[in-house]
């Protein structure tokens, strides 16, 4: 498979691996990553293997749940609604594997950079508390829900205490899919 990179236009930069892995109580899953040569431009995502229901998984964080591990799908909406903090799917979305301190430290980096780019004090002071209060989670001192949320069920929570729901409809069409809809 022979592809030219999108960033830096070289011709057949592209390499394209894949890798399988088998997640306990949710099936086979495909992790593919598409990785640049030249520019170190990369892109992955993960591809579930079955199809599954709308689904919802939350978990109160707690200092002893850092480690549980989170499957984010591109089609995934993740949040922390206490915190004010929401990633939607849209084309640039990439799907991981990694546990919530992983999905944590993403947000600290997005508020990071959303603090670096505002040119007023109010939104920089308020990033500036939303880090803090990120900070406050890794140490159990707050309690925030991590909502993990995807139309096409390919995302979840590893964790005894995660609940898990299916997702009614109206929740779903207020889900962004990631995927452009053309309306007629
Ligand atoms: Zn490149």
């Not at 022979?2 to 830096?8: F, L, S, Y």
């Not at 707690?62 to 480690?67: E, I, Q, R, V």
């Not at 990633?87 to 980096?109: A, H, I, K």
């Not at 939104?123 to 309690?143: Q, S």
């Amino acid at each position: 498979m022979k592809i030219d990179c999108p960033v830096c236009k070289r011709k057949s930069s592209l390499e394209f691996t894949t890798k399988t892995d088998n997640i306990p109580f949710f099936g086979d899953i495909m992790e593919s990553v598409i990785k640049c040569q030249e520019c170190g431009y990369r892109h992955s995502d993960i591809i579930c293997l079955e199809r599954k229901d709308p689904m919802q998984y939350s978990l109160v964080l707690d200092k002893d749940n850092l480690k549980a591990r989170v499957i984010k799908s591109q089609s995934t909406t993740l949040s922390i609604p206490e915190l004010g903090l929401k990633v939607e799917p849209g084309p640039q979305s990439q799907g991981y594997v990694s546990n919530v301190e992983g999905v944590l430290n993403r947000f600290n980096d997005a508020v990071k950079t959303a603090q670096n780019f505002a040119e007023s004090k109010k939104i920089k002071d308020n990033a500036a508390k939303i880090l803090e209060e990120i900070e406050k989670i890794k140490i159990g001192k707050n309690k925030v829900t991590l909502i993990v949320g995807d139309p096409f069920g390919h995302s979840m929570i590893i964790h005894k205490d995660a609940i898990k729901r299916e997702l009614n409809e109206d929740e779903i069409k207020k889900l962004k899919t990631g995927f452009n809809i053309i309306a007629n």
